[in-house]
């Protein structure tokens, strides 16, 4: 199934019908995804999840499993009256062994599961009503799973652990493996000089005034399918990273990926800018949903968050450049350089707004 025809991926799962297209779908950088299409006029997203990053990935599938199987509980528990909530979470397929994924004859570690009709994603936040239903979706995916007991496996350690990314940023200074530290004089200032920014939540999560949650942390806005009629966030994808985390790091997240206008490897930094009635947008629909669950301490700290997810997001671009581009899907040399240089200029702007975005919050209910 390396080459991915459609005899093979028919065969794959226990899905009724033939396989009749194929085609590369979506813009992430990690997995490789298709859309596939049936004969019986349904369709499926296919993904061959990346190993290197995922290392162990049945691990990861069992979280998908309990986290798809929780939220589903609550959805046929609401069917009866709102039954749009139908498409609110993904539905994996299984294996004709009961599995959810299979391995190809190359190894490739392969799953699958339903295309949700009548949504779509955007990379680029276009007005304050998508940025509400993204955040809106996201607040009530944590809601959905704040009553999950199981604590999920961690898919990839410390994820979210700033000062650890720190770290592995200094050591692949101090390596630099592929000679290219003499290129980043600016954005090592630029880090070093929010070193202490880095381990706020942190401390705040050791001193017990941090709760530990089930959280998505991956949280771009091409994370929520928006319905293509009624504009409201529909379901949140990409549940690779779907583990134990802070709330905050979620929101920070949003922030980062939906308030600044450009794409996140543009070279035009002048553009590069906090879209303070996106945040605004974002705050107001993240509470609509998340508010219900969090404490005051959690609401409080959502304007920092923005910087420091935006931060250390832009550290993993540029460790990634320093050591050679061996994480993120690059397509020409100085990528992650570039992406770690939008990170940088959208956090400067973020701490600029700072002031403003704390007294939004309080007045909103942070």
């Known amino acids: 199934m390396t080459k991915l025809n459609p005899d093979?991926?028919?065969?794959?799962?226990?899905?009724?019908?033939?396989?009749?297209?194929?085609?590369?779908?979506?813009?992430?950088?990690i997995n490789d995804t298709f859309l596939v299409t049936f004969d019986t006029g349904k369709r499926y997203i296919f993904q061959r999840v990346n190993t290197v990053v995922f290392r162990d990935p049945e691990t990861l599938m069992r979280n998908f499993v309990a986290v798809t199987n929780h939220i589903g509980a609550k959805i046929a528990a609401e069917q009866r009256n709102h039954p749009g909530t139908r498409r609110r979470s993904l539905k994996p397929a299984r294996a004709?062994?009961?599995?959810p994924f299979v391995r190809d004859e190359a190894g490739g570690f392969w799953r699958c599961y339903e295309f949700i009709d009548g949504a779509r994603t955007f990379d680029i936040v276009e007005n304050p009503g998508q940025a509400f239903a993204a955040a809106a979706a996201f607040g009530g995916f944590q809601h959905d799973l704040s009553d999950l007991r199981t604590r999920l496996a961690e898919t990839i350690p410390d994820f979210h652990n700033t000062p650890a990314r720190l770290a592995a940023l200094e050591t692949a200074v101090r390596q630099d493996v592929a000679g290219r530290v003499r290129n980043v004089g600016s954005e090592l200032d630029f880090v070093m000089a929010r070193r202490e920014l880095c381990g706020r939540l942190i401390r705040l999560q050791q001193a017990g005034e941090l709760i530990e949650r089930t959280t998505h942390n991956d949280t771009k806005i091409n994370n929520v399918l928006i319905d293509d009629v009624s504009g409201t966030g529909v379901c949140v994808i990409d549940l690779d990273t779907v583990m134990p985390g802070l709330p905050r790091y979620d929101f920070g997240d949003m922030v980062r990926s939906a308030t600044n206008p450009m794409p996140e490897d543009t070279r035009?930094?002048?553009?590069?800018?906090?879209?303070?009635d996106i945040f605004e947008a974002l705050l107001r629909g993240y509470l609509s949903t998340a508010g219900r669950f969090l404490n005051s301490v959690e609401k409080s700290l959502l304007p920092f968050s923005g910087v420091l997810i935006t931060l250390e997001i832009?550290?993993?671009?540029?460790?990634?450049?320093?050591?050679?581009?061996?994480?993120?899907?690059?397509?020409?040399?100085?990528?992650?350089?570039?992406?770690?240089?939008?990170?940088?200029?959208l956090a400067a702007s973020i701490e600029r707004h700072l002031g403003e975005m704390e007294k939004l919050n309080e007045s909103i209910g942070g």
């Open 314 to 345: 832009g550290i993993r671009f540029l460790t990634d450049y320093v050591s050679g581009d061996v994480y993120f899907k690059t397509s020409r040399p100085e990528h992650n350089l570039d992406r770690a240089r939008v990170q940088f200029k």
């Open 268 to 276: 035009d930094l002048d553009r590069v800018e906090m879209r303070s």
């Open 8 to 29: 093979q991926v028919s065969g794959a799962f226990d899905i009724a019908g033939r396989a009749t297209g194929f085609m590369p779908y979506g813009t992430g950088h």
């Open 96 to 99: 004709y062994d009961g599995e």
